[in-house]
């Protein structure tokens, strides 16, 4: 196989819709807007999420509880997941990263270490927030945890 082989798969490009350019185009006159109403006229523009006077999805279907737009989103590893290093390693983000954490915490806020599982190593483990357990845990076992 080379370069100069290759080709699309046929409809895998398609040419733009080039509208009022003549009525052999078959997109002449109206400029496949059809005729009046609100569509028609220049300027136009539906808001977002309108359907025409039917009342919107978005007001169709419930809503329940109460949704923080100031979350900030971690993403959570459990102590016993730090079971993996050696003793003495001090745990960053780049450490968990090598370690195949990152992926999944790059779009969060942070990483958060949760209390779940069981440690024998001393880690000195660096992350973004701890919960009780889990600094219990780690600090237990003489090691540290340091909040970025």
């Not at 003495?88 to 990483?111: H, Q, S």
């Not at 949760?114 to 973004?128: F, I, P, Q, W």
């Amino acid at each position: 196989m080379e370069l100069s082989t290759l080709s699309n798969t046929p409809g895998a490009r398609k040419a733009r819709k080039r509208v009022g350019r003549g009525m052999g185009s078959g997109m002449g006159k109206t400029s496949t807007r059809g005729h009046k109403g609100q569509g028609s006229r220049k300027g136009h523009k539906q808001k977002l999420g309108f359907e025409g006077g039917q009342m919107p999805l978005m007001r169709r279907l419930p809503k329940r509880g109460f949704k923080n737009p100031n979350r900030v989103p971690f993403y959570g590893i459990n102590v016993g997941e730090l079971e993996r290093f050696d003793d003495g390693t001090v745990v960053d983000f780049e450490v968990l990263c090598a370690a195949g954490f990152g992926y999944r915490a790059a779009k969060t806020a942070g990483i958060k270490i949760l209390g779940d599982g069981e440690l024998t190593k001393k880690l000195t483990v660096k992350a973004s927030a701890f919960s009780a357990s889990a600094k219990a845990k780690i600090e237990a076992k003489g090691g540290t945890c340091e909040q970025i």
